[in-house]
Antibody, heavy 121, light 113 residues
Framework: EVQLLESGGDLVQPGGSLRLSCAASGFIFGNYAMSWVRQAPGKGLEWVSYIRGGGAVTHYADSVRGRFTFSRDNSKNTMYLHMNNLGADDTAVYYC??????????????WGRGTLVTVSS | DIVMTQSPDSLAVSLGERATINCRSS????????????LAWYQQKPGQSPKLLIY???TRESGVPDRFSGSGSGTDFTLTISSLQAEDVAVYYCQQYYDIPWTFGQGTKVEIK
């Protein structure tokens, strides 16, 4: 069964940092592009970042560029989102999502359950 | 950025009746070399993560009931639930994956009348 499991969400103070992880199973992880999508409480979906299957290419939403870093370790079937200088607007459930292809211009065919990041003093 | 605008924001439909959700993109999401619309529809039930229903604007994901269908052309797309079931209560999102940043519509909440 194809699965994605996020972890690392927590309560963090404004200006703080956090690292989210997403463990994948049930498919050849390195063959697929991956993304992070977030959802603020009671709000809609917002794409955050993308990484190609090999990990060499990443893209970010303007709202997080320069603060977030997306990486992956294909040997561990795991991807990471390093988040710095967090603000209240970053409070959200963060989902990892699998792209249906390696290069990423494709729909998200598998989603994790999400991990909650709360930024508050 | 490509702006995705859904309508209506919410709708209430009787069981067994048709539900129609519209999505408009601010620019074309048709990639001419492969003649695909880079448009997907997702369903998010309360307390759950999103689930892919439709991709390439018209193709139903494996396992999705055939009462769900996608249609449209140009910059206007539609998700139709032909006969609403109780388990279809959810928020539905369209998304373009034609150009980064990939963007979602604001969501349409479907309820039972």
């Amino acid at each position: 069964e194809v699965q994605l499991l996020e972890s690392g969400g927590d309560l963090v103070q404004p200006g703080g940092s956090l690292r989210l992880s997403c463990a994948a199973s049930g498919f050849i992880f390195g063959n697929y592009a991956m993304s992070w999508v977030r959802q603020a409480p009671g709000k809609g979906l917002e794409w955050v970042s993308y990484i190609r299957g090999g990990g060499a290419v990443t893209h970010y939403a303007d709202s997080v560029r320069g603060r977030f870093t997306f990486s992956r370790d294909n040997s561990k079937n795991t991807m990471y989102l390093h988040m710095n200088n967090l603000g209240a607007d970053d409070t959200a459930v963060y989902y990892c999502a699998k792209c249906a292809s390696s290069y990423g211009n494709d729909a998200f065919d598998v989603w994790g359950r999400g991990t909650l990041v709360t930024v508050s003093s | 950025d490509i702006v995705m605008t859904q309508s209506p924001d919410s709708l209430a439909v009787s069981l067994g009746e048709r539900a129609t959700i519209n999505c408009r993109s601010s620019q074309s999401v048709l990639y001419s070399p492969d003649n695909h619309y880079y448009l997907a529809w997702y369903q998010q039930k309360p307390g759950q993560s999103p689930k892919l229903l439709i991709y390439w604007a018209f193709t139903r994901e494996s396992g999705v009931p055939d009462r769900f269908s996608g249609s449209g052309s140009g910059t206007d797309f539609t998700l139709t639930i032909s006969s609403l079931q109780a388990e279809d209560v959810a928020v539905y999102y369209c998304q373009q994956y034609y150009d980064i940043p990939w963007t979602f519509g604001q969501g349409t909440k479907v309820e039972i009348k």
